[in-house]
């Protein structure tokens, strides 16, 4: 299933798609008030939304009409991010911060009060003169989570979204961690829907790629991750509980701007595309 949160009318809605249309749930007779509602409901509300049959007797939208926002606006928890999760990143950025040696996954959280959608703005603060993008693999934990194990537990997945982890990078290397450079309002986007794993299959072979006014900055494929998605959930649930609907941004490929010789970060008017294979593809413009 793909399921998306959209806005009618400055109303919001939980919908799903069905071919080319979307289907409201409180027209279905779920009424959830959010994403986050849906997904802290567990797998019987999911399963209803997954075997309605009634579309013919519902008001249907067409997927272009309505506005779409992050499926998730306000994260119960930070996000959490994986670092330099890409072994060409870790190259490309060498001469800045040291990783070739690393025995352990880098984490880290950012502070998104508000996740931006799929096509809303990239602020342009006046202050921030290193502008970055990173294109990412989100993923949605579907219940609260502790002490997972891979073929002792149920999949704690609820499902994936494309995520731009934007970076500050003049702000992240001032203050010598990464949290302030990524936690600006607006520098998190999320989209265009959640796709439930059931529709996506193997996870850790699907292409990631970030276009700059049309020109491909980051390709790369999610096989050739460090630490691949479940082995970042277990060892995260293994120090922490993971409530559901948390999200986690699983690290960018090799392309920002950053690591390139001589930077070419995003200014004003620039437009940024974030597409994952099966997933879909979030298109921001700065400003």
Not at 172 to 192: A, E
Not at 237 to 246: D, I, V, W
């Amino acid at each position: 299933m793909r399921l998306y949160t959209i806005k009618l009318r400055e109303t919001e809605y939980v919908a799903v798609q069905r071919e080319d249309r979307l289907y409201r749930l409180c027209d279905m007779g779920l009424g959830f008030k959010d994403m986050n509602e849906l997904i802290c409901a567990g797998e019987k509300a999911l399963k209803k939304v997954r075997e309605f049959d009634g579309y013919e007797n519902i008001l249907s939208i067409a997927l272009q009409k309505p506005h779409i926002c992050s499926p998730i606006e306000n994260p119960l928890q930070d996000i959490l991010c994986i670092g330099v999760n890409y072994d060409d990143h870790i190259k490309e950025t060498a001469d800045l911060e040291s990783f070739q040696n690393n025995k352990a996954t880098v984490y880290f959280s950012k502070r998104a009060n508000f996740i931006s959608g799929a096509a809303d703005n990239i602020p342009d603060y006046d202050y921030v003169k290193k502008l970055d993008y990173e294109v990412e693999l989100a993923v949605i934990i579907n219940r609260d989570l502790r002490n997972y194990r891979r073929g002792r537990d149920a999949d704690p997945v609820f499902g994936y979204s494309v995520f731009n982890d934007v970076s500050a990078r003049d702000l992240q290397f001032r203050h010598g961690q990464w949290f302030m450079g990524k936690s600006l309002d607006g520098y998190s986007i999320m989209g265009p829907c959640i796709v439930t794993p059931d529709e996506v299959g193997d996870v850790q072979s699907l292409d990631v790629e970030c276009r700059v006014n049309g020109e491909v900055r980051q390709h790369s494929n999610t096989s050739v991750m460090i630490t691949p998605v479940y082995d970042a959930i277990e060892e995260l649930s293994s120090l922490m509980t993971l409530r559901a609907g948390t999200v986690i941004a699983t690290g960018t490929p090799g392309g920002v701007a950053m690591g390139m010789k001589e930077p070419v970060y995003l200014k004003k008017g620039d437009v940024v595309e974030c597409e994952i294979e099966k997933l879909g593809k979030i298109v921001n413009t700065v400003g």
